[in-house]
């Protein structure tokens, strides 16, 4: 059989397309099970128990895009997050990652600072007083670094309007009885700050990173250490061993910046190679999105949630088997904890706690103090292989919520995330970016090429010597 050169091309392509489905499959594929393996020597106690101790939980908030111009409910609702909701859940620290306002001018297509709309966000945390009720840090976004010519010019109202107002990374370290939580913003947003759309990615240079390479080695003295930042690892331009290399000691990234990417993404949740989380959170502009997360014993769980839908539900113990990292977290808790544990948060009384694994009832959680309600248990019953709890929450006036996950006792299980929110998080979109241009810039060139050789251009008559002139 004779193969004609059109379907040799035609299968070579084909072969070409199939290699590198196979590749991204496996690159990405590792959003799942950890291979470096350096476990730390961790302690069985204290396990999760009965009592209402070694928990604490904060919320993130992300892209509130304070707006003189649009959606004039939006600020309405944030002062009323900042003054009910907070009074609910009561977190010990809130971090809000960035772009507090909007910064876009009335026609939706250029960009300014616009002081009134810093003064708005000043004066809701003023009336909310929600920095006498806790922890506020709120980092700017690229939005809040628009058209800012230098650090110190007066267009910066994030320094003079924000609660933290100081431009640049740092350590926040969370202390408590039991144990010290380190919190390590990066902020890679822009100086000068150019305008819209150039202000897309954001950029460490040397210096930045060594500084962050110091608070990641402050931070090893801490029980558990997260990173936040408003942009996605994937959209950040950073040099050498990269920025998912320097924060490889976090237990997870927190970030927003994609706004769940017009609806597309709503739920964006990847794992680094190195083991960490990279949990990008959807905005308070259009979607509401708020997060809580908490750690119980050392063991990170977390919920993204929709303002004011009532009860929240966070399951801490036993934990999602997806958000776990052995290489971080002190998974052999579960095998040695004695209850369930369940954080509970509404505005009304809550009249029920249901729990069933595996689709098996097991009882009603009952209330400790706070939001925590537990179960006793038996992990051992659990210790082969997957299951599945979910917990039915009922409050007095009729409202119910239900939430469940896959978890393990046995800790050298593991699952992967979704191929897609691994490919938008774990992918370097700048160098993806470059390809791109250089790959249009040669298939112009080729073209050229090609067509000055394939065939003179055959001229009649007077026109040649018009061609001539040019
Ligand atoms: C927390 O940090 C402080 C100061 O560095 C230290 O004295 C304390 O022992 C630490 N606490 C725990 C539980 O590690
Ligand atoms: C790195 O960026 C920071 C902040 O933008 C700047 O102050 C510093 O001069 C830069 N360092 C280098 C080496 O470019
Ligand atoms: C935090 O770390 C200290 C020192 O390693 C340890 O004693 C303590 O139990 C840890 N806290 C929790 C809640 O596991
Ligand atoms: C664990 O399993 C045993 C035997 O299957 C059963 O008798 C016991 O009730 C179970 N315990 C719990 C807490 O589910
Ligand atoms: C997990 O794997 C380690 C080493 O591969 C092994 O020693 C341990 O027994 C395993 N644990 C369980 C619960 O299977
Ligand atoms: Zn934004």
Redesign the pocket.
């Known amino acids: 059989m004779v193969v004609g050169p059109g379907r040799m091309l035609r299968l070579a392509a084909g072969l070409l397309a199939a290699a590198l489905a196979a590749l991204l499959l496996d690159w990405y594929g590792q959003a799942g099970p950890q291979r470096l393996g350096q476990r730390r020597p961790f302690?069985r106690e204290?396990a999760p128990g009965a009592e209402a101790t070694?928990l604490f939980w904060v919320v993130q908030v992300s892209d509130i895009h304070i707006s003189r111009f649009r959606d004039p409910k939006r600020v309405p609702d944030f002062e009323k997050f900042c003054s009910e909701t907070i009074d609910i859940i009561q977190p010990v620290l809130v971090l809000v990652t960035g772009d507090l306002t909007d910064a876009k001018t009335k026609d939706k297509l250029g960009s300014e600072q616009i002081e009134v709309e810093w003064q708005t966000y000043q004066l809701i945390l003023k009336r909310s007083r929600v920095m006498e009720k806790t922890k506020w840090i709120d980092i700017k976004g690229n939005h809040d670094s628009f058209n800012i010519p230098h650090l110190d010019s007066i267009q910066n109202y994030y320094r003079r309007y924000s609660a933290w107002h100081k431009d640049g990374s740092f350590h926040y370290v969370h202390r408590t009885p039991?144990?010290n939580y380190s919190f390590i913003c990066v902020d890679a947003t822009l100086s000068p700050g150019p305008k819209r759309p150039y202000n897309f990615f954001g950029i460490l240079n040397m210096s930045q990173m060594e500084e962050l390479s110091s608070l990641a080695t402050e931070s090893h003295h801490s029980?558990q250490t997260i990173w936040f930042g408003h942009y996605p690892t994937s959209t950040i331009i950073s040099p050498s061993s990269g920025i998912r290399m320097v924060m490889s000691s976090a237990t997870a990234y927190l970030c927003g910046h994609l706004h769940t990417l017009g609806g597309l993404m709503p739920v964006l949740h990847s794992r680094h190679p190195q083991g960490t989380l990279e949990l990008e959170l959807g905005d308070w502009m259009k979607n509401r999105k708020y997060r809580i997360l908490a750690f119980d014993?050392?063991l990170l769980s977390f919920a993204d949630l929709n303002f004011e839908e009532w009860p929240a539900v966070l399951i801490t113990n036993p934990k999602s088997l997806l958000y776990s990292s052995s290489t971080h977290e002190?998974l052999v808790k579960i095998l040695h904890s004695t209850h369930i544990r369940i954080l509970v948060f509404s505005p009304s009384f809550i009249t029920s706690v249901k729990v069933s694994i595996d689709g098996v009832h097991l009882g009603d959680a009952h209330h400790v103090s706070g939001p925590l309600y537990v179960l006793k248990w038996n992990p051992q019953n659990y210790s082969e292989g997957l299951h599945h709890i979910d917990v039915t929450v009922q409050d007095a006036i009729g409202k119910s919520s239900t939430q469940g996950h896959t978890f393990a006792v046995n800790e050298n299980l593991s699952l992967r995330f979704g191929f897609l929110s691994s490919l938008i998080l774990l992918t370097d979109h700048y160098i993806l970016a470059r390809v791109l241009f250089g790959l249009t810039v040669l298939v112009q060139i080729t073209l050229l090429l090609i067509f000055r050789y394939l065939r003179k251009p055959t001229l009649k008559g007077k026109s040649q010597c018009f061609v001539c002139i040019f």
């Open positions: 302690a204290p070694n039991f144990g029980n014993h050392d002190p």
